[in-house]
Antibody, heavy 121, light 108 residues
Framework: EVQLLASGGGLIQPGGSLRLSCAAS????????MNWVRQRPGKGLEWVSS????????YNADSVKGRFTISRDNSKNILSLQMNSLRVEDTAIYYC??????????????WGQGTLVTVSS | SYVLTQAPSVSVAPGKTARITCGGD??????VHWFLQRPGQAPVLVIY???DRPSGIPERFSGSNSGNTATLTISRVEAGDEADYYC???????????FGGGTKVTVL
């Protein structure tokens, strides 16, 4: 059974940094691209970042470019999102999602339960 | 950047058919994926590549895609189908994933 367990969320002041993790199990992690998607309170889904299976290609939404960095450790089956220079508008539930196949263009077939990030003074 | 447009809400009586549209420039040339999200839960894939259903998704869910509109159709709607529905495409010109704004389906 595919499981995606996101963690690392919490309350952080504007300008601060936070690192999210997503522990994956139930599938061959190194064979699948992975993604982060967020949902601001009461709003829709917003793609944040994607990384290819081997970690050679990574893409970010314009809203987080230069501030967020996606990475993965295929030896530990962990996906990460380093979030720097956090803003109030980054407040959201952050979901990790598994892609079909190795490429970032593969559709998302499984989602984790998400972790809440609150940016507030 | 590529934009996907969805109606904010759709209401449907039990047993009837709900049609949720997703508009985009020449979206018929793209692969469209659909998700449902119930309150407080993570999204769930219901249609991929425009019309394919993952295992476990009822046959009542179907999809089509042509021209500037992709459509998710829910036949014989049930109370449990009440959720937010999102369309999604990969925009290869920007290497970005794009989500529609979501449609809230209310079962009357």
């Amino acid at each position: 059974e595919v499981q995606l367990l996101a963690s690392g969320g919490g309350l952080i002041q504007p300008g601060g940094s936070l690192r999210l993790s997503c522990a994956a199990s139930g599938f061959t992690f190194s064979s699948h691209a992975m993604n982060w998607v967020r949902q601001r309170p009461g709003k829709g889904l917003e793609w944040v970042s994607s990384i290819s299976a081997r970690g050679t290609n990574a893409y970010n939404a314009d809203s987080v470019k230069g501030r967020f960095t996606i990475s993965r450790d295929n030896s530990k089956n962990i996906l990460s999102l380093q979030m720097n220079s956090l803003r109030v508008e980054d407040t959201a539930i952050y979901y990790c999602a598994k892609s079909v196949g190795t490429l970032v263009s593969g559709y998302f077939d499984y989602w984790g339960q998400g972790t809440l990030v609150t940016v507030s003074s | 950047s590529y934009v996907l447009t969805q109606a904010p809400s759709v209401s449907v009586a039990p047993g009837k058919t709900a049609r949720i549209t997703c508009g985009g420039d020449n979206i018929g040339r793209k692969s469209v994926h659909w998700f449902l999200q119930r309150p407080g839960q993570a999204p769930v894939l219901v249609i991929y590549y425009g019309s394919d259903r993952p295992s476990g998704i009822p046959e009542r869910f179907s999809g089509s895609n042509s021209g500037n509109t992709a459509t998710l159709t829910i036949s014989r709607v049930e109370a449990g189908d009440e959720a937010d529905y999102y369309c999604q495409v990969w925009d290869s010109s920007s290497d970005h994933w794009v989500f529609g704004g979501g449609t809230k389906v209310t079962v009357l």
